[in-house]
């Protein structure tokens, strides 16, 4: 058969890559294995299994660094809890986008804010004895479910595909009242749905929250990005939506790779809520030397993973984080691109017959931004995933992920700029004419 991607060199590339079924491999393995079809046949391929930003780093996060770096810092070793000009900057950018208060003692960097996670999930769940589960409002980063079984924390998970606005309430409460749950996790805007909780949802999670005693992880690592309102200008609304603001039970995990187009410096930021910094568990102590959930956090697990932050990336992001504070430099200018990418590949894809999977927050469209979700009739995610690599575009399925909806596909906008638009609407423009009939290339 006559594929966009010759049909007899992926066919060859699936065999030797050892999968057992292309569907279910790893972003990383589908990612070699694009990288292996491409090298074969030189065809360009549209890559949106990585969700990796497809942006510079910006400039004054770079020369701070290297400021920092020249002057020396480098043969220092850094506070565990972040140099104190930087946890300020936190704990104003958290003010200025959010209009949360943090004291500056409870804010601090991270390695990546998926060090962030790990930490959060290791001092939560030795807060109280017997409260020791995490439980995932899906779907979700698989990543944050391997840090759990990592330190053999047990969870739970379920879809909140159709647990969305009031409903989510009953649902939550089968979990939680059961007394075993150290903590909620869900990342907003989600990783790979999209979905934005709104302020409903965000209320009913922190009144639960308080109710039992939970703290509530919530992962920002998309900060700011849902396009639909412009959460760019610091010290006026609209603000970044948060639990923070119907809880004292939370810590806020907020990432530099996508909103700062940081990736390759792993450095995250963690706000602990003071009420919670300043609170006491009774299961701490064996584990981090002290009862005390601040402490236990900074001197216990902290000091433990990696004792702080690489000395000049603090400076770096310190450097950013002051210039966007000030309202001197504008954090969303340059990923609001994203969002536009999005509307348009999600066109180019539901004209040649594919759905949006999670199609809406509640009564409103889901919005655009770094992915989307996507399925074809008569197709499982994972076959479809094999199915496209034949179309020279790659996508994960959203098995790995806690999906009910099996038969969807994640997509990350990152590494298609406009210009590889008419190639994605022409393989898709194929793959309409040649699946018309119900034929599977996969079964051929
Ligand atoms: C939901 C979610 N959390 C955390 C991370 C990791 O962020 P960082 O690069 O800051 O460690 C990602 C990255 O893809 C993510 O999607």
Not at 84 to 102: G, T
């Amino acid at each position: 058969m006559k594929t966009p991607i010759d049909f007899n060199i992926v066919r060859k590339n699936i065999k030797e890559s050892g999968l057992e079924k292309v569907g279910m491999a790893s972003i990383r393995e589908l990612n070699r294995l694009a990288n292996n079809i491409v090298e074969d046949t030189g065809d360009q391929f549209i890559r949106m299994e990585m969700g990796v930003p497809g942006f510079n780093p910006p400039v004054i996060a770079v020369e701070s660094e290297i400021e920092a770096l020249k002057k020396g810092v480098g043969s220092k070793y850094p506070p565990f809890d972040g140099i104190p000009q930087l946890k300020s900057e936190i704990s104003r950018f958290i003010k200025k986008f959010m209009n949360i208060d943090v004291d500056k003692v409870s804010c601090f960097p991270t390695v990546g804010s998926m060090q962030g996670c790990y930490m959060a999930m290791m001092v939560t769940s030795r807060r109280f004895k017997g409260k020791h589960k995490v439980l995932f409002i899906d779907p979700g980063f698989p990543v944050n479910k391997k840090q759990a079984k990592a330190i053999g924390l047990q969870y739970d998970q379920f879809d909140v595909y159709n647990f969305r606005g009031n409903k989510l309430e009953e649902k939550l409460e089968s979990y939680l009242s059961t007394g075993e749950f150290s903590s909620i996790m869900y990342s907003n805007p989600n990783n790979p749905s999209w979905i934005c909780f709104n302020d409903k949802e965000l209320e009913i999670i922190g009144k639960l929250a308080t109710k039992y005693d939970v703290v509530v992880l919530e992962d920002l690592a998309y900060f700011g990005m849902d396009f639909r309102k412009d959460y760019s200008v610091p010290g006026q609304e609209p603000y970044v939506p948060s639990v923070a603001n119907y809880t004292e039970n939370y810590i806020l995990l907020i990432s530099s790779s996508k909103s700062f187009s940081m990736a390759g410096q792993r450095i995250g930021m963690t706000a602990i809520s003071d009420h919670l910094f300043n609170s006491e568990g009774d299961n701490l102590k064996p584990y981090f030397d002290s009862n005390k959930f601040g402490y236990a956090y900074i001197f216990g697990a902290m000091y433990a993973l990696s004792s702080g932050v690489s000395h000049t990336n603090q400076y770096g992001l310190h450097g950013l984080l002051k210039a966007t504070n000030d309202g001197k430099y504008n954090f969303l200018e340059v990923v609001r691109e994203y969002g536009e990418r999005a509307k348009v590949m999600k066109k180019i894809f539901i004209d040649s017959g594919f759905e949006i999977v999670y199609d809406k927050d509640i009564d409103e469209p889901i919005a655009d931004g770094f992915y989307f979700t996507i399925s074809y009739p008569g197709f499982t995610g994972t076959e479809l995933v094999e199915e496209l690599m034949y179309y020279g575009i790659s996508a994960i399925s959203l098995s790995s992920t806690g999906s009910d909806r099996h038969e969807g596909l994640r997509a990350c906008v990152s590494f298609t700029p406009k210009e590889l638009f008419p190639v994605l609407e022409e393989r898709l423009r194929q793959f309409k004419i040649d699946h018309s009939d119900g034929t599977k290339v996969i079964n051929l």
